[in-house]
């Protein structure tokens, strides 16, 4: 057995800056390797070594991953995209038996960050401010007419990302044409505030936040981060330690937080390195770093709130040529 620390990213599409941090951890102590299932993914160009491998969905996709890491000798595993982040925490097991770690936290866990109505009943009954959901419109008009809930609200899917089919809408006659044309949808209350991200990583020794950067978005693309600016506030510090140990993550997420009012309102989480990630790592906020410590069975230090206020992040376009 070889002491390298390789670690395998899947599903690495465009984020190359994940890996070039990676690698630059493991300067002289490991590999980083890269799959997809485009070769047009760029991301790919950046690891020391890389695979196309099957769609995620496919037959044997699993077993494809286990010998990319079987061949390699991989101690670690992380995907960057959601749908693979539930079949990863499902499998964990499997991972494990053969010595491999997946960055990920549990199953149930993962399933509650993509049903959104469950993340808020969990929100709501464990106290946290969230924005008000309804899965049954006929209670939302209800709340309506009650003016507990009033216009505009979104419409989203219950299981959706990337900010795909979210829609605003200003009146009944809206929302039911969405409810009529689309299954499984919910209603959520407008928030009219600031919105903040928070990437966290949760210790995968300790299980304790270990560190907490926050930013406070101005331009979104996508649903990711495009402009951002860091921000310190110890009461939002001490409301994402309380959430992410209630709920019981660990490994790297990221949370969208709204602020209304001088009130902090959790909305949701990608248990997964969010798109502004680079955001806290430039910053000093080494997330790659404290994983390749939890891989060696280092438990990291405590560096919440450890970084400078009012950095900016803005992003701009990069590119590849391949022959």
């Not at 800056?17 to 490991?30: C, D, V």
């Not at 419109?137 to 007419?145: A, G, I, P």
């Not at 970084?307 to 590119?319: P, R």
């Amino acid at each position: 057995m070889s002491n390298d620390i390789n670690i395998l990213i899947l599903s690495c599409g465009s984020r190359n800056k994940i890996i070039q941090y990676f690698k630059k951890e493991l300067e002289g102590k490991g590999k980083v390797i890269a799959t997809d299932c485009s070769e047009l993914a760029p991301a790919l160009y950046d690891a020391d070594k890389y695979y196309i491998v099957p769609r995620i969905n496919e037959e044997g996709y699993l077993d494809t991953i286990l010998d990319i890491c079987k061949n390699n000798n991989v101690k670690a595993v992380l995907s960057l995209i959601d749908p693979e982040l539930s079949l990863l925490a499902e499998n964990k097991e499997i991972f494990l038996q053969n010595g491999i770690i997946p960055i990920i936290s549990d199953f149930e866990v993962v399933e509650m960050c993509f049903d959104k109505y469950k993340m808020y009943q969990f929100l709501v009954a464990n106290g946290f401010n969230t924005p008000k959901s309804y899965i049954d419109k006929e209670k939302f008009y209800q709340d309506v007419e009650a003016g507990i809930i009033s216009y505009p609200v979104f419409v989203k899917p219950v299981k959706g990302s990337a900010s795909i089919n979210i829609n605003i809408c200003s009146t009944k006659d809206e929302i039911e044409v969405l409810f009529n044309r689309f299954d499984n949808l919910m209603i959520q209350e407008y928030m009219n505030g600031t919105e903040y991200g928070a990437d966290v990583y949760i210790d995968m020794i300790t299980h304790e936040p270990v560190a907490i950067f926050a930013k406070q978005k101005i331009k979104m693309r996508a649903g990711e981060t495009d402009k951002s600016v860091s921000v310190k506030d110890p009461s939002l510090f001490e409301l994402i330690i309380k959430f992410v140990q209630k709920a019981g993550f660990i490994g790297i997420i990221d949370i969208d937080i709204f602020k209304v009012n001088d009130q902090y309102y959790v909305s949701e989480v990608n248990p997964r390195f969010g798109g502004g990630y680079p955001h806290a790592y430039e910053c000093g906020v080494n997330v790659p770093r404290m994983i390749v410590n939890n891989i060696v069975d280092v438990a990291n230090e405590n560096v919440i709130g450890k970084y400078d206020k009012e950095i900016y992040m803005i992003k701009y376009n990069e590119l590849k040529i391949l022959k």
